[in-house]
């Protein structure tokens, strides 16, 4: 799971990275060489608007991310996730 502001630059940072071998998430560099870009979807989960002044917004999206981590569970067989201390 990626986050950040920038999403497009995100999602290409991260091809760029598996297209290229340099994807620090061994299982799933080796997926990825093993099945093919083709067999993999990037999806936009949540998304935060930016509506008010003086938001630290940069803190609100590691907030919802980790609300997304707690939600979906995407570790182990079910992610390529790894759960955090």
């Not at 630059?9 to 071998?21: P, R, T, V, W």
């Amino acid at each position: 799971m990626a986050a950040g502001k920038n999403l497009n630059a995100a999602k290409n940072s991260i091809i760029f990275q598996l297209n290229n071998g340099m994807y620090p998430v061994a299982q799933l560099q080796h997926d990825w060489n093993g099945y093919g870009s083709d067999n993999f979807e990037f999806e936009i989960i949540e998304t935060i608007e930016e509506k008010e002044a003086g938001v630290d917004y940069d803190k609100e999206l590691k907030v919802l991310e980790l609300l997304v981590l707690e939600a979906l569970q995407p570790y182990d067989d079910a992610g390529y996730n790894t759960r955090r201390k």
